[in-house]
């Protein structure tokens, strides 16, 4: 969706406007937010990206609307992934300093994970799977849950 508030500037409003490719596409949006799964290589099936349709920095900035809507949403974002993949919890990081449009990371918690990849350890698997030093989630995995996560949220769509 190409919001109003487009910055050709941005990568994230390019994502949001479907200009540029994600794995499974599109896995839902409405008129306030905008979930993909992170591109390949594949840190863990069902790591997400939250994104506000309208372009603006984080939670602070947010409108009365985006700002009512975000804690409901993210709840409901955040317990549909958990059913879907069978995690036992899920985690959300938004650091806000790489783009200036607000981008939260939904990350599924499996029980399998090492322990070195948990909590803040995640962050160091994003990078070791993306420069290449560790090997990525397969595409098919990957592609399994986005189909069942876009199913669910079809099914039973967050709060608006």
């Known amino acids: 969706m190409k919001h109003p508030s487009y910055d050709p500037s941005c990568g994230i409003c390019h994502s949001n406007a479907g200009e540029e490719e994600s794995a499974g596409g599109v896995i839902f949006e409405n008129d306030l937010w905008h979930i993909r799964h992170t591109g390949a290589p594949f840190p863990l099936a069902g790591w997400l990206l939250l ?3 309208r372009h603006v920095q984080g939670p602070a900035r947010f409108n009365d609307a985006e700002a009512t809507n975000f804690g409901p949403a993210l709840r409901h974002f955040m317990r549909t992934l958990e059913e879907v993949t069978g995690a036992e919890r899920s985690y959300v990081v ?3 300093e790489s783009v200036p449009h607000m981008h ?3 990350i599924p918690r499996y029980a399998d994970l090492p322990a070195p990849d948990v909590a803040w350890g995640l962050a160091d698997r994003f990078r070791a799977i993306g420069d290449g030093s560790r090997e990525g989630i397969p595409e098919a995995e990957v592609l399994a ?3 069942a996560y ?3 949220l ?3 769509p967050p709060p608006s």
């Open 94 to 96: 938004a650091y806000g």
């Open 150 to 152: 876009r199913a669910a």
């Open 51 to 53: 994104q506000p349709q």
């Open 154 to 156: 079809a099914a039973n």
């Open 104 to 106: 939260a990371h939904i």
């Open 145 to 147: 849950v986005i189909e």
